[in-house]
């Protein structure tokens, strides 16, 4: 099977777009991961990237295709698929600079002609040769190659300024004007929104920074003022990212905003206190009035997004943490004072809290699917050690002796997933994930000839419920190997995802 782009991960900097574009938020740089939404083809019409970008374009898709070789055949070509799409006749530098609460920007152009074997050269001499990349020759004939192919059928098709900015603006807020420079120590938010429910520090960079949880009701005029323009910035790093009406009663339920804030303090700690934006969480609020075992409200998270200068320290798992505490009422007292107990159903409105019966998630990415199914087994794991306060989701008998994996049962699942808020799925995986765990420790003190027995004995149980699952697409393939080499994939799938978690089990 040939490798090709559509098998690679999505990761800034990778499409042709998204290599001509340095997003600036304070301090940091950074580039999208998807560009889509804006440009077609997720390339700039005319455009190509100045040549350190491009060269690390090239190295980012080197990268990943290194990843995947041990599954098939790498492709020959070093770049993505959007530097092909069309002739370039220039390269381009868009640099957007977003003021600390995100709801303005600024954004500016800077363009060179296309010269390619002198800049190539020069730009791969600078390149680090200790790195996953291509050697600089290869990397050279690859990328002039796909000029070559662009030069047979050279257009004067490039795209306008005003055209780039209506294509820009769809993933940018508010942007003022053309300009190169934009003043730090303005823009910041004064206060915040909604309630602040929870506090933390994280070091990064070697920066110790402190962060507040607030949670805003969608109904307030300044939070859905402020959302509107924060949450374009989303289509640049979801793939499916949709703006939302915070306000809207659509679909019979309430918004809430889950706003994770920098605070940046004065010298003076008690003054001069101000806000930026670094991340949020979307929230729908709906009744379920036929939802098993309990009618109640789902609480649906429908986007979730971590600024990239803020990503890989735990704030996502920080904010995981804070949704399922809002789910189990820790933050009661704080919903009254925000006068959000007002639900609506049955045409009406009135002032009794339905109890939340169930947190999900709507359409997760991979990434985002990877922090629930952890933040979810580490709260499995609390609800099942006994040394615990915490109310048991299983019965003992479910957990199965040392040698034993007996699969969870409908009926025990759907009262687990009661307890614990969270889909009947969710917890199938989750125990899954627990009896991995257990696996691996008897395998470690098990003889060499009871170790396959207690191994099927686990493959058997999980492909039994990805059997289940998965029925529509198993049932898809045309032959009885077809399916059985499909139902391994995935179990081969579900068990790297339960490694990985956990491999970093705290």
């Given at each position: 099977?040939r490798?090709?782009?559509?098998?690679?991960?999505?990761?800034?900097?990778?499409?042709?777009?998204?290599?001509?574009?340095?997003?600036?938020?304070?301090?940091?740089?950074f580039?999208?991961?998807?560009?889509?939404?804006?440009?077609?083809?997720?390339?700039?019409?005319?455009?190509?990237?100045?040549?350190?970008?491009?060269?690390?374009?090239?190295?980012?898709?080197?990268?990943?295709?290194?990843?995947?070789?041990?599954?098939?055949?790498?492709?020959?070509?070093?770049?993505?698929?959007?530097?092909k799409?069309?002739?370039?006749?220039?390269?381009?530098?868009?640099?957007?600079?977003?003021?600390?609460s995100?709801?303005?920007?600024?954004?500016?152009?800077?363009?060179?002609?296309?010269?390619?074997?002198?800049?190539?050269?020069?730009?791969?001499?600078?390149?680090?040769?200790?790195?996953?990349?291509?050697?600089?020759?290869?990397?050279k004939?690859?990328?002039?190659?796909?000029?070559?192919?662009?030069?047979?059928?050279?257009?004067?098709?490039?795209?306008?300024?005003?055209?780039?900015?209506?294509?820009?603006?769809?993933?940018?807020?508010n942007?003022?004007?053309?300009?190169?420079?934009?003043?730090?120590?303005?823009?910041?938010?004064?206060?915040?929104?909604?309630?602040?429910?929870?506090?933390?520090?994280?070091?990064?960079?070697?920066?110790?920074?402190?962060?507040?949880?607030?949670?805003?009701?969608?109904?307030?005029?300044?939070?859905?003022?402020?959302?509107?323009?924060?949450?374009?910035?989303?289509?640049?790093?979801?793939?499916?990212?949709?703006?939302?009406?915070?306000?809207?009663?659509?679909g019979?339920?309430?918004?809430?905003?889950?706003?994770?804030?920098?605070?940046?303090?004065?010298?003076?700690?008690d003054?001069?206190?101000?806000?930026?934006?670094?991340?949020?969480?979307?929230?729908?609020?709906?009744?379920?009035?036929?939802?098993?075992?309990?009618?109640?409200?789902?609480?649906?998270?429908?986007?979730?997004?971590?600024?990239?200068?803020?990503?890989?320290?735990?704030?996502?798992?920080?904010?995981?943490?804070?949704?399922?505490?809002?789910?189990?009422?820790?933050?009661?007292?704080?919903?009254?004072?925000?006068?959000?107990?007002?639900?609506?159903?049955?045409?009406?409105?009135?002032?009794?809290?339905?109890?939340?019966?169930?947190?999900?998630?709507?359409?997760?990415?991979?990434?985002?699917?990877?922090?629930?199914?952890?933040?979810?087994y580490?709260?499995?794991?609390?609800?099942?050690?006994?040394?615990?306060?915490?109310?048991?989701?299983?019965?003992?008998?479910?957990?199965?002796?040392?040698?034993?994996?007996?699969?969870?049962?409908?009926?025990?699942?759907?009262?687990?997933?009661?307890?614990?808020?969270?889909?009947?799925?969710?917890?199938?995986?989750?125990?899954?994930?627990?009896?991995?765990?257990?696996?691996?420790?008897?395998?470690?003190g098990?003889?060499?000839?009871?170790?396959?027995?207690?191994?099927?004995?686990?493959?058997?149980?999980?492909?039994?419920?990805?059997?289940?699952?998965?029925?529509?697409?198993?049932?898809?393939?045309?032959?009885?190997?077809?399916?059985?080499?499909?139902?391994?994939?995935?179990?081969?799938?579900?068990?790297?995802?339960?490694?990985?978690?956990?491999?970093?089990?705290?």
């Amino acid at each position: 099977t040939r490798l090709t782009d559509d098998d690679l991960e999505p990761v800034a900097g990778l499409s042709s777009a998204a290599a001509c574009i340095d997003l600036h938020l304070m301090d940091s740089v950074f580039k999208p991961v998807f560009t889509h939404q804006c440009f077609m083809h997720e390339t700039i019409l005319g455009f190509r990237p100045f040549v350190v970008d491009e060269e690390d374009a090239a190295n980012i898709a080197n990268i990943q295709r290194e990843k995947l070789k041990h599954k098939t055949r790498v492709e020959t070509d070093v770049l993505h698929k959007s530097f092909k799409q069309q002739a370039a006749s220039k390269r381009l530098k868009v640099t957007v600079k977003l003021i600390p609460s995100c709801t303005a920007c600024v954004v500016s152009f800077k363009k060179a002609p296309l010269v390619e074997d002198q800049n190539l050269t020069e730009a791969s001499e600078t390149k680090d040769t200790n790195s996953l990349s291509l050697s600089g020759n290869k990397r050279k004939a690859s990328m002039v190659r796909f000029h070559d192919k662009c030069k047979e059928d050279q257009k004067e098709d490039i795209m306008s300024d005003e055209d780039m900015l209506k294509g820009l603006n769809k993933a940018l807020p508010n942007i003022n004007h053309l300009s190169n420079d934009i003043d730090n120590k303005c823009g910041f938010l004064e206060s915040t929104f909604g309630a602040t429910i929870s506090e933390c520090r994280r070091s990064i960079q070697n920066d110790e920074m402190e962060f507040i949880l607030c949670l805003a009701d969608g109904k307030n005029i300044e939070v859905n003022n402020y959302h509107n323009q924060a949450q374009k910035l989303a289509l640049w790093f979801i793939e499916n990212a949709d703006t939302v009406d915070l306000n809207s009663d659509e679909g019979g339920g309430t918004w809430k905003v889950l706003y994770l804030f920098r605070v940046h303090r004065s010298n003076d700690e008690d003054k001069d206190v101000k806000f930026s934006l670094a991340g949020y969480m979307t929230l729908f609020c709906f009744y379920s009035p036929f939802k098993k075992p309990k009618a109640g409200i789902i609480l649906r998270i429908c986007q979730a997004l971590i600024l990239p200068p803020y990503q890989r320290c735990g704030l996502g798992s920080f904010m995981m943490t804070a949704v399922y505490d809002y789910a189990y009422g820790k933050y009661d007292s704080v919903i009254e004072k925000m006068n959000c107990v007002d639900d609506v159903y049955e045409g009406e409105r009135t002032n009794v809290m339905h109890e939340i019966v169930e947190v999900n998630v709507e359409d997760p990415s991979p990434s985002f699917t990877a922090l629930r199914d952890r933040s979810d087994y580490n709260k499995f794991k609390d609800c099942i050690n006994p040394e615990n306060d915490l109310m048991p989701i299983l019965p003992k008998r479910c957990l199965g002796d040392d040698n034993e994996f007996p699969p969870l049962n409908e009926k025990d699942a759907i009262s687990a997933a009661a307890a614990a808020k969270i889909t009947k799925s969710q917890i199938q995986i989750c125990y899954e994930i627990y009896q991995l765990r257990k696996t691996k420790k008897i395998l470690e003190g098990c003889a060499e000839e009871k170790k396959e027995g207690i191994d099927k004995s686990y493959r058997l149980m999980v492909k039994k419920r990805l059997n289940h699952f998965h029925r529509e697409e198993i049932g898809s393939c045309a032959t009885k190997m077809e399916k059985q080499a499909k139902l391994s994939e995935l179990y081969e799938e579900a068990r790297d995802r339960y490694n990985s978690i956990l491999k970093h089990e705290t």
